[in-house]
């Protein structure tokens, strides 16, 4: 049976999807904004409890303030890896020394997450912490807004540096004013990329799919023809 051209662009929305960390200083307008933020509002949610809540930043000053703690969490975090010879391990293949220095750089100095802090706008998601399936359903909402930040040739990552340790997420909370029954999931910075970063590789299917018991291999699937990062 042939694939619907639908489907087809669906699909091809999903394998353009990229990580982008960098943004050229143009607004976004509010149309695509709301169409964005109207994605993430019809995921699924475990028994439509639909516990997302969305806060748009524009105000520079928090949005800079937001850089500032994303870089400082994604800092404490690589450097406990780099302490802890993890770093050496994720980096084991790479054979170049200036290379893995400069990543490491990268990764223990928090550069990796401040780029937040000069995107045009940040969506802050949050979700409410008396629904069970939280976690979930935010995730499956970001999914979606992701999607629709490509689809209208946008750029955008999901960064959850500041939302791990309690004393950045407190921060965050106090900077945006979020209540306590409500947690801050992750932040969406997103703005017009100047270039699109190429593919990442993916796991075949192979590895990953099995036919009805773990580790059965499931006829019929071959690798994917390309990729994108996470």
């Given at each position: 049976m042939e694939i619907p051209a639908?489907?087809?662009t669906a699909m091809q929305i999903i394998l353009d999807r990229r990580s982008v960390r960098q943004f050229n200083p143009d607004p976004v307008p509010d149309e695509f904004l709301k169409l964005i933020l109207e994605a993430g509002r019809q995921a699924p949610s475990g028994e439509d409890a639909q516990p997302w809540r969305f806060i748009v930043v524009k105000d520079k000053?928090?949005?800079e303030r937001l850089g500032h703690i994303s870089g400082r969490?994604?800092?404490r975090r690589f450097t406990g890896e780099f302490l802890t010879k993890k770093l050496d391990d994720r980096f084991k293949s790479l054979e170049d020394a200036a290379k893995r220095e400069a990543i490491y750089k990268k990764l223990t100095s928090g550069q990796v997450?401040?780029?937040v802090g000069r995107a045009p706008v940040v969506i802050a998601v949050c979700g409410k912490k008396?629904?069970?399936d939280m976690?979930?359903?935010t995730s499956a909402a970001m999914e979606n807004m992701l999607l629709?930040?490509?689809a209208l040739g946008l750029g955008a990552c999901w960064v959850i540096a500041p939302c791990i340790d309690v004393r950045d997420e407190t921060e965050m909370k106090s900077l945006l004013k979020v209540p306590d029954e409500v947690k801050v999931v992750s932040l969406i910075p997103l703005g017009w990329p100047p270039k699109i970063p190429g593919p990442r590789p993916r796991l075949p299917l192979t590895?990953?799919?099995f036919l009805d018991t773990y580790g059965t291999p499931l006829p019929g699937v071959e690798a994917p023809g390309g990729g994108n990062d996470a």
């Open positions: 639908l489907a087809k000053a928090l949005i969490g994604s800092g997450s401040s780029f008396d629904v069970w976690p979930y359903d629709a930040i490509t590895e990953i799919c």
